[in-house]
């Protein structure tokens, strides 16, 4: 009634667009193809207004349908098919169900009773050539019956394809007949055909990493979109058969709830699909950073002071597919049982007077459980942790959940038994993040706690978190878990060690939950997580000692990842200030483990060898500050006296005397040997004393591979002294397509300047096992640097897709350091090619000299902090200067993204 409305109101505004207007159309002119293109061309400019007007969505995609079908039957019409009726026009697929979006294929069965003959195969291609020339996006087959029924039979997609059929034109009684054979076990079993269904579904989760939360997720195919209520949709057509053609009654089998939950999953869905398409202009199912913005305005998702309006938009997209998700669940195993499971022997094993295991499933025994002892919708989590081998929780036991959820209130939050449980699921030995995701998966987690509630399915609009806020959560706590396994010591050697010696595990795990909790709601998430963390343990009756622990944790989570990725963590001042913020060793355990695991759960690419080897220096380093007491901070004078009589222990056992070390040594400023390797000073000394009669630049290239596992690759420079140094070199190594994540530029008083720079390859990883590169690295990078007056040019790779949707204006701040007489100079920025080479490049022409970076890329943020001097080493003192660098570097920078 809705639809016939709709298009009722529509052709009465347009009856131009009406079948018969366009029929007349069609017998007036002898060119049919600008006339229906004409016709298409409309009515989808009206669907699409009547969408941007906030029609149903539902209504336009069968609206399209219905035309579209009006179309093809005069289309058909206009051709001789003779006068036996021994073809149709059969629309399959989803436009069989009457779907049609914007740019959807539109597929088409040509169905003959026999073979087809000569002419009217002449007429099929005349038929077929003019739906081409109208540039219609079809999919076509020709068949008969006979060869439907047999391709059916030997490709699961083929006969899911004709569950849904309808004719369009042409004899109805063919489409009847082959729809009779299509549902009998002629072609496939019920239980055949829900076995490939399920398995094809599985292999489609995994390939999207069976999870609901991509940052740019396919709506049609990703885990609880579309193809999943497909699948049930033709699971059930399948196995009530085709006598049951009312919607309604092929869901009969679900509880009006659980039908409102697919129904509006499936018309929000469709709301975005439609828009996507029109946005996109193609047969677009990504949402793509490159429309999540321009939808969700169009949606009507405006940003608040929270949030964007584009992470409204899409936390109602998460939430949806996770409702989608959990019903899913419940169908699937409905079907389970009464497909695969009838008649089968049960296995029941009990697990207290409360619940029971049914096929490896976990039930209730009293169907009334839930609403007479609330608690135990908490203890049926801690018996899955306690039972690795339970499968899951059956689908009855699933509904009735749900229908008691209601009951998780104040008062259940406050239950002595509740808190108990929930704590002891902490600190259960198991899979943690497996059951805190089911708890999630069935709504018991947001709802028992309200403050993770307001965090699911909130995403972060940018690239540096690959995960919506409570993903990237269970992921932590995921890693936190993973630690004891044996292999963890390959990745995270130091954590993995220290795992065991922490005093309570529950208190990281609890940490790692909390540590982005107050996410979305304003101000400093850390502050608010904190003051939430401690209202949890308090709750849960953790004591005032543990309290502190984890509210200081998670108020300082960021604390390490920042001090290492932002300051210079050889410097003794610098350790000794993070260190000076570490009440105990205990502190700097626990905050080492939640780092790791934390930076791992963001982003995989940002976990890397490089990272892993600054946070474990910093580790070390300050363990050894809270050993030798705060109150006895390291000398800094005292530190290079020690480093240098070591390094000159090293040099003499190779037989290099002090006239050749002090020669080169003294035109090294003391910044140089606050480096915690003294073998690599004795190195790099070794090889400047032997390349000293060349006249080439010195380029070594070598893997330092640490203790723990940790690794990257290490470029020192060693060349004639020049102020482009920095920007021809980085030029050249972001020319070859690597990744510079350290640069230091060390002072010198002589004639030659010595630089190191680390740098990882395009994955992240060390170029240890590609010495054919790392020569053809260090050979560019003596053409290069062995002219003065050559400059590699600024690199013109094109930004990445991803990169150009996430622009946002350069911030450029100064600050001075007037204990190490320098200033920093940080650049926050949109990552893209050739950054460091253009910065180089304007201090280069400002004579100002760079004598560190700290490079720090997260997803398409840079945050890079750059140790300058004017020309005479002091740290800059023109305001001037400072502005003219300011708008030079945001102007580069920004025109760049502009031009990308």
């Known amino acids: 009634m809705a639809l016939r409305n709709s298009l009722t109101n529509l052709l009465e505004q347009h009856p ?66 003779g006068t036996d009726n021994e073809l149709s026009l059969v629309a399959v697929g989803g436009y069989g169900r009457g779907e049609l979006h914007p740019f959807s294929d539109i597929d088409l069965l040509i169905l003959a009773r026999d073979e087809i003959s000569s002419d009217l195969g002449d007429t099929l291609t005349s038929f077929i050539t003019l739906l081409w020339d109208l540039r219609l996006d079809i999919g076509h087959s020709v068949r008969t019956v006979e060869e439907c029924v047999q391709n059916a039979r030997e490709d699961i997609t083929i006969a899911t394809n004709l569950l849904e059929t309808r004719t369009i034109s042409g004899n109805p009684e063919l489409c009847h007949q082959l729809s009779i054979r299509i549902y009998s076990d002629e072609v496939c079993s019920d239980r055949a055909y829900f076995m490939a269904k399920r398995e094809e579904q599985r292999l489609r989760h995994e390939k999207y990493s069976d999870t609901e939360y991509n940052l740019e997720p396919n709506i049609k195919a990703s885990p609880g979109t579309l193809r999943d209520i497909q699948t049930i949709g033709w699971i059930t057509k399948r196995h009530f058969g085709l006598s049951c053609t009312s919607q309604l009654t092929r869901f009969d089998f679900l509880t009006d709830e659980e039908y409102k939950i697919l129904r509006n999953g499936e018309t929000f869905l469709w709301k975005l699909r439609y828009g996507l398409q029109m946005l996109a202009g193609r047969n677009e199912n990504r949402l793509l950073f490159d429309y999540q913005r321009k939808l969700a305005e169009v949606l009507g998702y405006k940003d608040n002071d929270e949030k964007l309006g584009v992470e409204r938009m899409m936390q109602k997209y998460y939430r949806t597919v996770l409702g989608l998700a959990e019903l899913t669940d419940v169908i699937l195993q409905h079907f389970d049982e009464a497909i695969l499971r009838n008649g089968d022997e049960e296995e029941v094993q009990p697990l207290n007077r409360r619940f029971q295991t049914r096929n490896r499933y976990i039930e209730v025994i009293n169907p009334q459980i839930f609403a007479q002892t609330p608690y135990t919708m908490m203890e049926i989590f801690l018996l899955m942790a306690q039972n690795p081998q339970i499968k899951g929780i059956r689908a009855t036991t699933i509904r009735s959940l749900r229908a008691h959820r209601h009951l998780i209130d104040k008062n259940f939050r406050k239950n002595l038994a509740v808190t108990t449980l929930f704590m002891e699921i902490f600190k259960t030995p198991h899979a943690l993040h497996e059951t805190l995701s089911y708890m999630k998966r069935y709504n018991v987690l947001g709802r028992y706690l309200p403050e993770f509630g307001r965090i699911i399915g909130q995403m972060q609009h940018d690239l540096f978190h690959a995960y919506t806020v409570d993903a990237h959560t269970l992921r932590v706590v995921k890693n936190m878990v993973k630690l004891k396994d044996p292999d963890a010591n390959k990745d995270f050697p130091l954590a993995s060690r220290l795992i065991h010696r922490i005093p309570k595990q529950e208190l990281l795990y609890i940490a790692g939950f909390y540590h982005d909790i107050g996410k979305g709601r304003g101000g400093d998430h850390s502050t608010l997580g904190a003051t939430d963390v401690v209202d949890f343990c308090q709750q849960h009756h953790l004591s005032q000692r543990d309290t502190q622990l984890v509210a200081w944790l998670v108020q300082n989570h960021l604390l390490m990842s920042m001090t290492a990725q932002r300051k210079d963590i050889v410097d003794p001042d610098v350790i000794h200030a993070f260190a000076k913020l570490i009440p105990s060793q205990v502190h700097l355990d626990y905050l080492y483990i939640l780092t790791v695991t934390d930076i791992a759960a963001t982003n995989p690419s940002l976990w890397n060898t490089w990272r892993a080897s600054l946070l474990r220096q910093l580790y070390i380093e300050a363990k050894r500050a809270l050993r030798r007491g705060i109150d006895n901070p390291i000398n800094r004078d005292d530190w290079i006296a020690a480093t240098k009589a070591e390094a000159l222990d090293l040099l003499y056992a190779e037989n290099f005397v002090d006239d050749d070390i002090d020669s080169l040594w003294d035109t090294l400023e003391d910044d140089y040997f606050l480096q915690d390797s003294t073998a690599e000073i004795a190195w790099q000394t070794a090889s400047i004393i032997r390349h000293a009669s060349s006249d080439q630049p010195l380029v070594l290239i070598k893997d330092v591979q640490g203790n723990m596992g940790d690794g990257y690759t290490q470029i020192m420079v060693y060349s004639r002294l020049r102020k482009d140094l920095f920007a021809a070199t980085t030029a050249v190594l972001e020319q070859l397509n690597l990744n510079i994540v350290n640069a230091r530029i060390h002072a010198s008083t002589g004639h030659c300047a010595l630089s190191n720079f680390v740098i990882l390859d395009e994955r992240n990883q060390p170029l240890a096992n590609d010495p054919q590169r790392k020569l053809r690295v260090r050979e560019r990078l003596i053409e290069e640097l062995d002219d003065p007056d050559d400059y590699p040019e600024i690199i013109l790779r094109r930004t990445p897709r991803q990169l150009k949707h996430f622009a946002f204006p350069t911030e450029v701040t100064f600050s001075n350091d007037m204990i190490h007489q320098r200033t920093l100079m940080e650049v926050i920025t949109p990552d893209r090619p050739g950054l460091l080479a253009r910065v180089g490049r304007i201090l280069l022409e400002n004579n100002v000299n760079l004598v560190n970076a700290r490079i720090a890329t997260l997803g398409e943020r840079v945050e890079d902090v750059f140790f300058i001097t004017d020309a005479q080493g002091q740290p800059l003192s023109d305001p001037d200067l400072c502005s003219k660098l300011q708008l030079q570097i945001c102007t580069a920078l920004d025109e760049q993204v502009l031009a990308s």
């Open 16 to 81: 131009e667009l009406s079948p018969a207007a366009v029929h007349q159309q069609l017998l007036a002119s002898n060119r049919p193809i600008p006339t229906i293109r004409n016709a298409l061309s409309s009515f989808s400019q009206w669907l699409n207004q009547y969408y941007l007007d906030r029609h149903k969505t539902r209504e336009l995609v069968h609206c399209r349908s219905w035309f579209m079908d009006q179309i093809l039957a005069l289309l058909w019409q206009r051709f001789d098919w």
